[in-house]
Nanobody, 115 residues
Framework: QVQLVESGGGLVQPGGSLRLSCAAS????????MDWFRQAPGKERELVAT???????SYVDSVRGRFTISRDNAKNTVYLQMNSLKPEDTAVYLC?????????WGQGTQVTVSA
């Protein structure tokens, strides 16, 4: 059974940084894209960043230039480095993994940006 375990969330002041990690365990094969989504209270879930198995990345406009997604294929782990954080980045961040046969979600990690 595949599990995605996220870590790295927390409380940070505006302008600060956090690094999220998501490690996939279990029998997971042929990982294609790995993504980070976020969901703030009262808002729809939003795709924040994607990285393909070839390393191609894409970002939502609101985080481009501040966030960096990366992955370690050998460890089936995806990271999200978040710099220059703003209060509007506050949300639950969820890891999402796409294989050729299935998709998986993590449980989410809370990121709060507040003075």
């Amino acid at each position: 059974q595949v599990q995605l375990v996220e870590s790295g969330g927390g409380l940070v002041q505006p302008g600060g940084s956090l690094r999220l990690s998501c490690a996939a365990s279990g029998s997971i094969f042929s990982v294609n894209a790995m993504d980070w989504f976020r969901q703030a209270p009262g808002k729809e879930r939003e795709l924040v960043a994607t990285i393909t198995n070839r390393g191609t990345t894409s970002y939502v406009d609101s985080v481009r230039g501040r966030f960096t997604i990366s992955r370690d294929n050998a460890k089936n782990t995806v990271y999200l480095q978040m710099n220059s954080l703003k209060p509007e980045d506050t949300a639950v961040y969820l890891c999402h993994v796409v294989t050729f046969t299935a998709t998986y979600w993590g449980q989410g990690t809370q990121v709060t940006v507040s003075a």
